[in-house]
């Protein structure tokens, strides 16, 4: 073991913040720490939402301004996370806003190339808290995802 490799500090540079409009309890608390952990490394932060293909029903799907609503509606949310962290005193916030496909697969072959995040922080998914289901992409980023995650409880 290289001793002084573990006596380096591990500093975080681009963190990315998943957040999911579906569930703001764990979004806010993901929110809180990584503004917190932006600040304290002085790090950019990118916040990102996605909208999921199973958002769109087949009906809306054949309206464009159905779509270009939803789109606007995840726009706005992300920036309204982003003007929130600014008033926090943070100065780099990167919002971010991607379509299509599941979110995982959205963040592991998209958003992690663009913004290239050495840390990711996404919520715990506080909606089937004591559910093992699928839909919980907390798990399924740390378990995929070549950089860090942190979940939030």
Do not use: C, W
């Amino acid at each position: 073991m290289d001793y002084q490799n573990v006596k380096d500090p591990l500093i975080y540079r681009r963190i990315l913040l998943t957040v999911d409009e579906d569930d703001n309890e764990s979004t806010t608390r993901a929110f809180r720490f990584a503004i917190t952990l932006a600040h304290d490394y002085d790090a950019k932060l990118g916040i990102v939402s996605v909208m999921e293909s199973e958002d769109i029903n087949i009906f809306d799907s054949l309206t464009p301004s159905k779509i270009k609503e939803k789109r606007d509606f995840l726009k706005k949310a992300v920036e309204q996370y982003v003007q929130m962290a600014e008033d926090n005193g943070l100065k780099n916030v990167e919002p971010l806003a991607y379509e299509g496909g599941d979110v995982d697969d959205v963040i592991l072959e998209r958003v992690i190339p663009d913004f290239k995040p050495d840390l990711i922080v996404t919520g715990a998914d506080t909606q089937f808290p004591h559910s093992k289901i699928a839909g919980a992409i907390g798990p399924r980023l740390a378990k995929r995802a070549p950089v860090s995650v942190i979940v939030v409880r």
